[in-house]
């Protein structure tokens, strides 16, 4: 794979990934949508310890979740762009936020969730499965990805 890298709009933040995403899905909920300014968001899970910030700093700002659980927004303190969180407690996974990838193209969603909320003009792929509400990761994710998922704590 190599590295992917990723920062904010104002270039004052910027990212490294060092191994493969866990999994990768777009979230179509109102939340999320609210948390980005976009239409829908692209959830890249990784392990932290593969996440490196490189320039700048990401600061955690509390975020809403339709649970209510626990939800940590890290971002540009400069631009406030929204560069990855932290569901449920758990620090030990990343979601990037997708779309601050230098390259977004280089990761493929595996599912789409909340496409009850889905804008009418956004069309889902044939053969990636889609979720009214949420899904079973454990049904969803590919068995490597989960099992890295799983030995990270959120499982």
């Known amino acids: 794979m190599g590295e992917r ?3 904010c709009s104002c270039n004052a933040t910027r990212y ?3 191994e493969e995403p866990m999994f990768t899905h777009v979230c179509h909920c109102s939340i999320c949508k609210r948390h980005t300014g976009t239409a829908f968001v692209t959830h890249v899970f990784l392990e932290t310890a593969y996440l490196e910030v ?3 700093r990401a600061v955690p700002y509390a975020g809403q979740t339709g649970s ?3 939800h940590w927004v890290h971002r540009c303190p400069a631009c406030q762009t929204a560069l990855f969180s932290h569901y449920a407690g758990n620090n030990q996974i990343a979601l990037i936020k997708g779309g601050t990838l230098d390259d977004p193209g280089s990761v493929t969603p595996g599912a789409h969730l909340w496409v009850e909320g889905k804008v009418p003009w956004i069309e889902i792929p044939a053969g990636v499965p889609a979720f009214a509400q949420n899904y079973d990761a454990a049904t969803v994710w590919p068995i ?3 099992e ?3 030995k990270a704590g959120w499982g």
């Open 148 to 150: 890295r998922r799983r």
């Open 54 to 56: 490189i320039e700048g």
């Open 144 to 146: 490597a990805g989960f």
């Open 16 to 18: 490294r990934l060092t």
């Open 68 to 70: 209510g659980g626990e």
């Open 5 to 7: 890298l990723g920062g």
